[in-house]
């Protein structure tokens, strides 16, 4: 194909450097927003009487016939382009003649893909946030369907103290409520629409940007024609925000395949995302939540990645910048993928909600209670602390727990001890004595469910 950029040089690219120089092979990904912007670009020039309403619509006749021919299959995205935007203006041109080379008036391929990639972004990012909304609905609901069930509470992957299930999995959902928030922060700022920056110093046409930026559904336009094509910040925006959703993806991971071990037994996949050994018979292992763990690493990378590529870089556009696409498109792909399968996972996961219970009588999660106990009593709590630290470790040798050690010999150990300190360590006691604000009790974690489903509803809402 020849290049649109023939005139200053011949045009003649060596062969490894013309592939080399070529973006089509990812870029082709924004043909829609391209074919869309462009649109709303020819609608503004007629409107600016920069060309005439015949060649508007002539125009826009034509992009929209490229656009539904791409759809339906008709129109194959060829290689041989440059990138999308050659590919999409020499179809143009192609089809309805010399009116086709008037679309690129007041207008550069450096704000045109600063736009175009905005859009792509724009659109893409819609759909996290939905797989992110849907993903806190689904933790909301196997919380709501869990709150009368215990495990251990962890720290150092130590038994801690008792906490509910449902108190546990909220704890994720106030995360990914908090990366939804961010997305939706970045989305705003990079909402402004850089087309009619041409290639760095604006434009001599009487253009009107604003025009463009509303039949886009930008909320404004972007202040600095030079910053409008150099920046690339929403990338690194985006992709820090796809970092984090993916480091709480594998948290969540790490503790499902934790959960899913024989040690634990807490939980168990369903088949349908599960995966056998090629040799051991009995396998069933958690390959999906493990792959979303590691594609953790490769989400880290497009970001470590885009942010090395702008190091540095001087203003305003440099064709370094063709690097921004694959790895934010990479992270798109990635943190969309992992959302779609971590989801009907959570959602179709076994509780056992006895094997929860069994590991919490066994680990003297009740001893801070039985501290607490002694302290409410008049005992200092260092001082009580270290007796209990003491029956603790006399159990263990012993091989008794807490619960059932008679009370003559507690009375023995202290006198402060009475017949109501059983009470005191039971352990639904313990869960719903921690009735502080975002604590574990039931009343606590109820009003934690409550609160995600209003912000639920909220965010529906806006849809
Ligand atoms: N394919 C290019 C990119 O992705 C489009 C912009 C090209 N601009 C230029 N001045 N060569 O960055």
């Known amino acids: 194909m020849q290049k649109m950029w023939t005139g200053r040089t011949s045009g003649e690219l060596n062969e490894f450097a013309n592939d080399f120089n070529s ?17 709303a670009h020819a609608t503004m020039l007629a409107s600016q009487k920069i060309i005439s309403d015949d060649d508007r619509d002539k125009i ?10 791409i759809e339906c299959g008709k129109l194959l995205i060829s290689d041989d382009a440059e990138d999308i935007h050659m590919f999409v203006e020499a179809i143009l041109t192609q089809r309805i003649g010399d009116t086709g080379k008037k679309l690129h008036t007041a207008r550069s391929r450096n704000d045109q893909v600063a736009l175009d990639l905005r ?5 893409e990012n819609a759909k996290i946030k939905n797989l992110l909304l849907k993903l806190i609905q ?9 709150t009368d069930v215990i495990i251990p509470g962890y720290t150092h992957l130590q038994r801690a103290q008792p906490i509910l299930f449902a108190h546990h ?5 106030q995360m990914f409520k908090r990366d939804y928030l961010r997305l939706t922060d970045a989305l705003d700022r990079m909402n402004y629409s850089p087309l009619g920056s041409c290639a760095l110093a604006g434009t001599t046409y009487n253009t009107n940007r604003q025009m463009v930026a509303d039949l886009l559904k930008f909320k404004g336009v972007t202040e600095n024609s030079i910053d409008s094509v150099a920046d690339r910040d929403f990338c690194v925006e985006l992709l820090s925000c796809y970092a984090i959703i993916m480091m709480h993806l594998s948290r969540f991971s790490e503790e499902i395949i934790l959960w899913t071990s024989s040690e634990f037994s807490y939980i168990q996949l369903d088949d349908a995302f599960t995966t056998g050994s090629s040799i051991m018979p009995q396998k069933k292992n958690s390959d999906m939540a493990e792959l979303i763990r590691g594609k953790t690493g490769r989400v880290y990378g497009d970001l470590m990645g885009m942010l090395t590529v702008l190091k540095g870089l001087p203003l305003a556009y440099n064709k370094d910048m063709q690097e921004d696409k694959e790895g934010v498109f990479d992270g798109v792909k990635t943190v969309q993928d992992c959302l779609q399968v971590f989801t009907p996972m959570l959602d179709s996961m076994k509780v056992f909600k006895d094997n929860m219970l069994q590991s919490c009588k066994k680990g003297f999660i009740n001893a801070t209670d039985l501290a607490d106990y002694l302290t409410k009593k008049g005992l200092p709590f260092r001082e009580a602390y270290k007796l209990v630290g003491s029956i603790v470790s006399n159990c263990v040798t012993q091989q008794k727990t807490l619960e059932n050690i008679t009370i003559e010999e507690y009375k023995k150990m202290n006198d402060l001890f009475d017949n109501d300190l059983y009470d005191e360590i039971e352990l639904f006691n313990c869960v719903n004595k ?6 574990t009790s039931k009343e606590q974690v ?5 609160k995600i489903a209003e912000f639920i509803d909220n965010e529906k809402s806006l849809y």
């Open 169 to 173: 999995l909220l704890a994720y959902a």
């Open 23 to 39: 973006s089509i092979g990812f870029d082709k990904k924004m043909y829609k927003q391209d074919i869309c912007g462009s649109i």
């Open 138 to 146: 689904t933790i909301n609901s196997r919380a709501a369907e869990n």
């Open 446 to 450: 109820i009003k934690q469910i409550e």
């Open 60 to 69: 826009i006749a034509g992009l929209s016939g490229i656009l539904a021919d």
């Open 434 to 439: 921690r009735n502080s604000e975002g604590g």
């Open 119 to 123: 859009m792509y972004l724009r659109d």
